[in-house]
Protein backbone atom coordinates (compact mmCIF):
# COMPACT_ATOMS: atom_id res chain seq x y z
CA UNK A 1 0.00 0.00 0.00
CA UNK A 2 0.64 3.57 -0.39
CA UNK A 3 1.44 3.59 3.64
CA UNK A 4 3.78 1.07 3.60
CA UNK A 5 5.76 2.74 0.42
CA UNK A 6 6.30 5.98 2.55
CA UNK A 7 7.04 4.29 5.46
CA UNK A 8 8.88 1.25 5.30
CA UNK A 9 11.99 0.25 5.77
CA UNK A 10 13.05 0.22 2.06
CA UNK A 11 10.75 3.21 1.61
CA UNK A 12 11.80 4.65 -2.23
CA UNK A 13 14.81 2.12 -2.77
CA UNK A 14 15.38 0.67 -5.79
CA UNK A 15 15.96 -3.66 -5.24
CA UNK A 16 17.44 -5.88 -8.14
CA UNK A 17 16.28 -9.83 -7.12
CA UNK A 18 17.53 -12.21 -9.41
CA UNK A 19 15.65 -16.03 -8.59
CA UNK A 20 15.41 -19.42 -10.17
CA UNK A 21 17.90 -21.30 -12.41
CA UNK A 22 19.34 -20.70 -15.65
CA UNK A 23 18.86 -22.47 -18.71
CA UNK A 24 22.24 -23.07 -20.66
CA UNK A 25 21.01 -24.76 -24.37
CA UNK A 26 22.84 -27.71 -25.87
CA UNK A 27 20.63 -28.17 -28.92
CA UNK A 28 17.50 -26.51 -29.81
CA UNK A 29 15.63 -29.19 -27.82
CA UNK A 30 18.21 -30.18 -24.53
CA UNK A 31 19.68 -27.90 -22.28
CA UNK A 32 21.73 -28.05 -18.46
CA UNK A 33 20.05 -26.28 -15.97
CA UNK A 34 19.14 -26.76 -12.00
CA UNK A 35 16.43 -27.68 -9.78
CA UNK A 36 16.42 -24.11 -8.00
CA UNK A 37 12.46 -23.69 -8.36
CA UNK A 38 12.85 -20.08 -7.57
CA UNK A 39 10.62 -19.54 -4.12
CA UNK A 40 13.09 -18.21 -1.73
CA UNK A 41 13.87 -15.21 -4.61
CA UNK A 42 10.33 -14.57 -5.32
CA UNK A 43 9.39 -14.72 -1.42
CA UNK A 44 12.52 -12.01 -1.22
CA UNK A 45 10.70 -9.59 -4.07
CA UNK A 46 7.32 -9.97 -2.37
CA UNK A 47 8.86 -9.05 1.52
CA UNK A 48 10.68 -6.08 -0.74
CA UNK A 49 7.78 -4.56 -2.20
CA UNK A 50 6.39 -5.19 1.03
CA UNK A 51 9.27 -2.84 2.57
CA UNK A 52 8.18 -0.07 0.19
CA UNK A 53 10.96 -0.99 -1.70
CA UNK A 54 10.38 -0.89 -6.12
CA UNK A 55 11.76 -4.24 -7.21
CA UNK A 56 12.68 -5.90 -10.65
CA UNK A 57 12.91 -9.34 -10.30
CA UNK A 58 15.34 -10.85 -12.55
CA UNK A 59 13.70 -14.34 -13.11
CA UNK A 60 15.11 -17.50 -14.44
CA UNK A 61 12.62 -20.53 -16.14
CA UNK A 62 10.12 -20.97 -12.64
CA UNK A 63 6.92 -22.42 -12.12
CA UNK A 64 5.65 -19.83 -10.26
CA UNK A 65 3.12 -16.79 -11.35
CA UNK A 66 4.01 -13.54 -12.14
CA UNK A 67 4.10 -11.11 -8.54
CA UNK A 68 1.61 -8.07 -8.46
CA UNK A 69 3.58 -4.72 -7.51
CA UNK A 70 6.69 -5.05 -9.16
CA UNK A 71 8.81 -5.28 -12.43
CA UNK A 72 9.61 -8.96 -13.79
CA UNK A 73 12.32 -9.65 -16.36
CA UNK A 74 12.26 -13.42 -17.01
CA UNK A 75 15.66 -14.54 -18.62
CA UNK A 76 16.80 -18.03 -19.81
CA UNK A 77 20.79 -17.90 -19.81
CA UNK A 78 23.65 -16.71 -17.33
CA UNK A 79 24.36 -14.18 -19.92
CA UNK A 80 21.19 -12.68 -20.10
CA UNK A 81 20.82 -12.74 -16.49
CA UNK A 82 23.45 -10.50 -15.93
CA UNK A 83 22.36 -7.82 -19.14
CA UNK A 84 18.99 -7.63 -17.16
CA UNK A 85 20.56 -6.83 -14.13
CA UNK A 86 23.67 -4.21 -15.47
CA UNK A 87 20.25 -2.64 -16.79
CA UNK A 88 19.65 0.60 -14.96
CA UNK A 89 22.10 -1.08 -12.02
CA UNK A 90 23.14 2.69 -11.74
CA UNK A 91 19.75 3.32 -9.64
CA UNK A 92 19.56 -0.23 -7.53
CA UNK A 93 20.67 0.30 -4.18
CA UNK A 94 20.79 -2.86 -2.91
CA UNK A 95 21.14 -6.13 -4.96
CA UNK A 96 20.39 -10.07 -3.89
CA UNK A 97 21.76 -12.69 -5.95
CA UNK A 98 19.46 -15.91 -5.26
CA UNK A 99 19.41 -17.20 -8.39
CA UNK A 100 20.90 -20.65 -8.74
CA UNK A 101 23.03 -19.88 -11.63
CA UNK A 102 24.62 -22.07 -14.11
CA UNK A 103 28.84 -22.07 -13.40
CA UNK A 104 29.00 -23.08 -16.88
CA UNK A 105 27.25 -23.32 -20.40
CA UNK A 106 28.22 -25.04 -23.58
CA UNK A 107 31.28 -23.66 -25.59
CA UNK A 108 28.63 -23.75 -28.82
CA UNK A 109 24.84 -24.44 -29.31
CA UNK A 110 24.89 -26.39 -32.17
CA UNK A 111 22.25 -25.61 -34.49
CA UNK A 112 20.29 -28.65 -34.82
CA UNK A 113 19.31 -31.37 -32.79
CA UNK A 114 22.16 -33.42 -32.27
CA UNK A 115 21.98 -36.84 -33.07
CA UNK A 116 23.12 -40.14 -31.13
CA UNK A 117 26.63 -41.35 -32.59
CA UNK A 118 28.47 -44.66 -32.44
CA UNK A 119 29.60 -44.01 -29.46
CA UNK A 120 29.52 -44.92 -26.21
CA UNK A 121 30.91 -41.66 -24.76
CA UNK A 122 30.17 -38.37 -25.90
CA UNK A 123 31.96 -35.26 -24.46
CA UNK A 124 30.32 -31.55 -23.90
CA UNK A 125 32.52 -29.11 -23.62
CA UNK A 126 31.50 -26.12 -21.47
CA UNK A 127 32.66 -22.44 -20.61
CA UNK A 128 32.79 -20.34 -17.45
CA UNK A 129 29.85 -18.41 -17.34
CA UNK A 130 30.02 -14.77 -16.18
CA UNK A 131 29.49 -14.21 -12.54
CA UNK A 132 26.95 -12.09 -12.40
CA UNK A 133 26.56 -10.99 -8.17
CA UNK A 134 30.63 -10.59 -8.33
CA UNK A 135 30.18 -8.19 -11.82
CA UNK A 136 27.58 -6.24 -9.62
CA UNK A 137 30.07 -5.89 -6.97
CA UNK A 138 32.89 -4.97 -8.91
CA UNK A 139 31.22 -1.45 -9.85
CA UNK A 140 32.28 1.90 -8.85
CA UNK A 141 28.46 2.59 -8.00
CA UNK A 142 27.91 -0.80 -6.43
CA UNK A 143 25.04 -1.44 -4.88
CA UNK A 144 24.75 -2.65 -1.03
CA UNK A 145 25.49 -6.39 -2.56
CA UNK A 146 23.96 -9.91 -1.09
CA UNK A 147 24.56 -13.67 -2.38
CA UNK A 148 23.79 -16.59 -1.40
CA UNK A 149 26.05 -19.66 -0.68
CA UNK A 150 24.44 -23.30 -1.04
CA UNK A 151 26.76 -25.60 0.49
CA UNK A 152 26.29 -29.31 0.99
CA UNK A 153 29.46 -29.36 3.71
CA UNK A 154 32.03 -26.13 5.38
CA UNK A 155 28.67 -23.73 5.00
CA UNK A 156 30.09 -21.25 7.01
CA UNK A 157 34.15 -21.27 5.78
CA UNK A 158 32.85 -21.26 1.91
CA UNK A 159 30.13 -18.34 2.72
CA UNK A 160 32.79 -16.47 4.59
CA UNK A 161 35.47 -17.09 1.53
CA UNK A 162 32.40 -16.07 -1.27
CA UNK A 163 31.81 -13.00 0.63
CA UNK A 164 35.20 -12.09 0.71
CA UNK A 165 36.41 -13.03 -3.14
CA UNK A 166 32.86 -11.39 -4.90
CA UNK A 167 33.51 -8.37 -2.66
CA UNK A 168 29.74 -8.83 -1.12
CA UNK A 169 28.02 -6.96 1.85
CA UNK A 170 26.14 -9.86 3.03
CA UNK A 171 25.83 -13.50 2.23
CA UNK A 172 23.13 -15.92 2.66
CA UNK A 173 24.38 -19.60 3.60
CA UNK A 174 22.14 -22.31 3.02
CA UNK A 175 23.00 -25.65 3.76
CA UNK A 176 21.39 -27.53 1.03
CA UNK A 177 22.19 -31.18 2.49
CA UNK A 178 19.72 -31.40 5.51
CA UNK A 179 16.38 -32.78 3.95
CA UNK A 180 13.24 -30.42 3.89
CA UNK A 181 14.83 -27.07 3.33
CA UNK A 182 16.32 -25.41 0.41
CA UNK A 183 16.21 -26.06 -3.25
CA UNK A 184 12.54 -26.82 -4.51
CA UNK A 185 11.33 -27.35 -0.40
CA UNK A 186 8.70 -24.81 0.55
CA UNK A 187 11.30 -23.87 4.07
CA UNK A 188 14.58 -22.81 4.63
CA UNK A 189 16.94 -22.18 7.50
CA UNK A 190 20.28 -19.99 6.48
CA UNK A 191 22.49 -18.58 8.71
CA UNK A 192 23.61 -14.47 7.80
CA UNK A 193 27.63 -14.73 7.41
CA UNK A 194 28.18 -10.13 7.25
CA UNK A 195 31.99 -9.17 7.29
CA UNK A 196 31.95 -9.00 11.20
CA UNK A 197 29.19 -10.76 12.10
CA UNK A 198 26.88 -14.19 11.69
CA UNK A 199 23.35 -14.64 12.89
CA UNK A 200 21.48 -17.92 12.31
CA UNK A 201 17.96 -17.88 11.11
CA UNK A 202 16.14 -20.87 12.26
CA UNK A 203 13.89 -22.89 9.93
CA UNK A 204 11.08 -21.33 8.92
CA UNK A 205 8.59 -20.65 5.91
CA UNK A 206 10.41 -19.20 2.72
CA UNK A 207 7.98 -16.50 3.37
CA UNK A 208 8.69 -15.80 6.79
CA UNK A 209 12.33 -16.15 6.39
CA UNK A 210 12.14 -13.83 3.45
CA UNK A 211 10.85 -11.05 5.58
CA UNK A 212 13.61 -11.74 8.61
CA UNK A 213 16.19 -11.13 5.78
CA UNK A 214 14.77 -8.14 4.31
CA UNK A 215 14.75 -7.09 7.25
CA UNK A 216 18.52 -7.53 8.14
CA UNK A 217 19.13 -6.69 4.89
CA UNK A 218 17.54 -3.39 4.95
CA UNK A 219 18.95 -2.62 8.72
CA UNK A 220 23.38 -3.61 7.09
CA UNK A 221 22.45 -1.08 4.12
CA UNK A 222 21.07 1.83 6.75
CA UNK A 223 24.21 1.10 8.58
CA UNK A 224 26.50 1.43 5.87
CA UNK A 225 25.20 4.48 4.34
N1 LIG B 1 26.39 -16.28 -8.70
C1 LIG B 1 26.25 -15.38 -9.75
N2 LIG B 1 26.73 -15.72 -10.98
C2 LIG B 1 27.33 -16.90 -11.20
C3 LIG B 1 27.47 -17.83 -10.14
C4 LIG B 1 26.98 -17.49 -8.90
O1 LIG B 1 25.70 -14.30 -9.56
N3 LIG B 1 27.78 -17.18 -12.41
C5 LIG B 1 25.91 -15.89 -7.37
C6 LIG B 1 24.74 -16.70 -6.86
O2 LIG B 1 23.51 -16.12 -7.24
C7 LIG B 1 24.96 -16.62 -5.35
C8 LIG B 1 26.48 -16.53 -5.21
O3 LIG B 1 26.96 -16.10 -6.47
O4 LIG B 1 24.44 -15.44 -4.81
C9 LIG B 1 27.15 -17.81 -4.83
O5 LIG B 1 26.81 -18.80 -5.76
P1 LIG B 1 27.47 -20.23 -5.63
O6 LIG B 1 27.04 -21.11 -6.75
O7 LIG B 1 27.27 -20.71 -4.22
O8 LIG B 1 29.02 -19.83 -5.77
P2 LIG B 1 30.08 -20.09 -6.88
O9 LIG B 1 30.99 -18.92 -6.87
O10 LIG B 1 29.47 -20.43 -8.20
O11 LIG B 1 30.91 -21.32 -6.31
P3 LIG B 1 30.56 -22.90 -6.28
O12 LIG B 1 29.35 -23.16 -7.13
O13 LIG B 1 31.80 -23.56 -6.81
O14 LIG B 1 30.32 -23.23 -4.82
CA1 LIG C 1 27.93 -22.10 -8.54
Not at 195 to 220: F, G, N, V
Given at each position: ??????????????????????????????????????????????????????????????NLPA??????????????????????????????????????????????????????????????????????????????????????????????SKLK?????????????????????????????????????????????????????????????
Amino acid sequence: TAEQFDTGALAGKTVYITAGPTREPIDPVRYISNHSSGKMGYALAEAAVDAGARVRLISGPVNLPAPARMERVMVQTAEEMLAASLDGIEGCDIFIASAAVADYRPTSVAEHKIKKGAEEIMELHLVKNPDIVATVAARADKPFTVGFAAETQDLIDYARSKLKRKHLDLIVANDVSQPGIGFNSNENAVTLVGRDATLTLPQTSKRQLASQLIRHIAEQYTKTR
